[in-house]
């Protein structure tokens, strides 16, 4: 059965309503015969209750597009593939409501008011009877599990035939090969797939150089509360020093680590009035890089090289492209609501798009985090990321879950939270507190990333005011991130002796994938990047 007829097995009461008279009606759909369970007046509930809305589904034959005896692409077999899940779940909502009807009879039986006027064998006849009928319900049920496995393979294997359409002109090479269109009723899953040329992103090799236009991007490299008067920030930005510090104004600027004069880092000096003074000799440089100071010689025209550089909501934020400055600067606000608890900064000895990779990825969670937030969950049957046909967002089936890529380094999520460990596969918006999430994943470079974690809650304020709570949620961001960080450094390993990292993907990786996507767009100078809408 689907997950939620599961569900509602385990949950629901035995007695619904009164008891009614069965029959079966055979049909045929799609190839394969199926048995519909029908009350006396075409349905199985009779009258309303408390668990009605669970079984007044209506069957989905009636809408499912008619494409029979015609070839199909990708797009509408997986059209079909989801319509088959649908049926599969309301023949599933049926089986479970006849077992529920059938138990009801048997308590009808056993009820202590009846007994007293019916004989031992007439009770015994009705039970046997029952019984009969109870191993008929129980068939139709495991027949009906084995529809929904066939059911959710072929709706992955339709996901994948789409994924390949988009891999198609990433590697046009291998798309020259013919391969069969997709039919529900001629050939399985399997067959094809023997047939059909496997296509995937190729991520594998030595980490290469940053190509220059993915600088071209506004990059929150550190929150605004780190940044204080009279302090400094070292940062490594595309494999090139740089240092943060405040002017005269209160206004950040982000210059090259390095002095003009002998090379030494500029952090290991201090901030004097609003500039930097290198430690070695004294030189001072303002936010733009100008040298506004050199003791004990002739003032030079001398210039270090400065990013655009700008704060806005709590980060700030450079440029380090060539090309001019986009006007608008990505927001990175928490939704209405919410408050900032924790800003986290750590630097990871991974390459940014292997995390970015991890982090769009939820379907590992019950498997890599059981001794944090996913502890307690349990494996659903099928994970989905439900989004747009054009679009770098949606939300997660079964976990409540919304997440967001956000050009050029950004995650975004907000977890709705229910009762800890548990998932009751409920949406953000049905759930009554929530948790919202920011990493930023700066390429600091080729292996290794400076991660920028906010994390916001809309509800429970005075955790704000709580003493070294903020050590609380660094030491729990830290468990999590380990958690993923031996495999995300297990995988950059392999990678770079030549395994490809994208090698097999599946439906639940769609984000990961877009986003791949997305930068071989950017990297190749795309005019129109994709899942973005036209300007």
């Not at 605004?224 to 920030?233: P, R, V």
């Not at 985090?369 to 994970?383: D, E, I, R």
Request: charged share 25%; proline share 8%; aromatic share 8%.
């Amino acid at each position: 059965m689907t997950a939620l007829a599961t569900a509602a097995a385990l949950s629901v009461p035995i007695s619904l309503c009164r008891s009614s008279k069965l029959n079966c009606k055979k049909g045929v759909r799609g190839g394969f015969r199926v048995f519909a369970v029908l009350g006396e007046e075409g349905g199985l509930l009779d009258k309303k209750s408390t668990w009605g809305p669970l079984f007044d589904v209506e069957d989905p034959r009636s809408k499912m597009p008619q494409f029979k005896g015609k070839f199909l692409d990708a797009y509408q077999a997986l059209e079909v593939a989801r319509y088959d899940i649908q049926y599969c779940d309301w023949r599933a909502r049926q089986d479970l409501l006849t077992i529920m009807i059938l138990h009801e009879k048997v308590v009808e039986v056993l009820n202590p008011l009846a007994r007293d006027y019916k004989s031992i064998g007439t009770m015994k006849k009705e039970l046997a009877e029952l019984q009969d009928e109870l191993s008929q319900a129980h068939r139709q049920v495991h027949i009906s599990e084995a529809r929904v496995s066939t059911a959710l393979d072929k709706l992955a294997y339709m996901e994948e035939l789409v994924n390949d359409r988009l891999f198609q002109d990433r590697n046009p090479a291998e798309s020259d090969q013919p391969s069969p269109s997709p039919s529900t009723s001629t050939q399985s899953p399997d067959t094809v797939k023997n047939k059909s040329p496997r296509k995937n992103l190729k991520v594998s090799g030595p980490v290469q150089p940053y190509h220059p236009h993915l600088k071209n991007f506004w990059y929150p490299v550190a929150f605004s509360t780190d940044l204080k008067d009279g302090t400094m920030i070292p940062i490594d930005c595309f494999e090139e020093p740089w240092v943060l510090f405040r002017g005269m104004d209160g206004k950040p600027g982000c210059v090259r680590n390095t002095c003009a004069h002998r090379a030494c880092p500029l952090d290991l000096g201090s901030v004097n009035e609003g500039r930097v003074r290198c430690p070695y000799h004294g030189w001072e440089y303002s936010t733009d890089g100008k040298c506004e100071k050199m003791p004990s010689t002739r003032l030079l025209n001398v210039k270090i090289k400065s990013l655009p550089c700008f704060e806005q909501e709590g980060m700030i934020l450079v440029w380090p492209g060539s090309d001019p400055p986009a006007a608008t600067l990505p927001s990175l606000q928490p939704p209405p609501g919410f408050q900032v608890h924790a800003e986290i900064v750590m630097e990871l000895p991974v390459e940014h798009g292997l995390l970015l990779d991890n982090l769009l990825d939820l379907a590992h969670a019950p498997f890599t985090h059981t001794s944090t937030f996913a502890k307690g969950w349990s494996v659903p049957s099928l994970v989905k990321f439900l989004t747009p046909a054009s679009g770098l967002q949606g939300y997660w089936d079964p976990y409540p879950i919304d997440m967001e890529f956000r050009p050029p380094c950004m995650v975004l999520s907000t977890i709705g939270i229910s009762k800890p460990g548990k998932l009751e596969g409920q949406s953000t918006r049905e759930c009554a507190t929530h948790l919202h999430q920011l990493h930023v994943c700066l390429p600091s470079s080729r292996h290794k990333t400076r991660l920028l974690y906010r994390m916001s809650l809309d509800f429970a304020p005075v955790l704000k005011h709580v003493p070294f709570m903020h050590f609380l949620w660094r030491h729990f961001a830290e468990q999590v991130l380990n958690e993923d960080l031996r495999l995300v450094l297990g995988q950059q390993e392999r990678m770079i002796n030549g395994a490809n990292v994208w090698n097999w993907p599946v439906s639940y990786d769609k984000l990961g994938v877009r986003y791949r996507l997305w930068r071989d767009a950017v990297e190749k100078g795309a005019k129109q990047l994709p899942f973005e809408k036209s300007t």
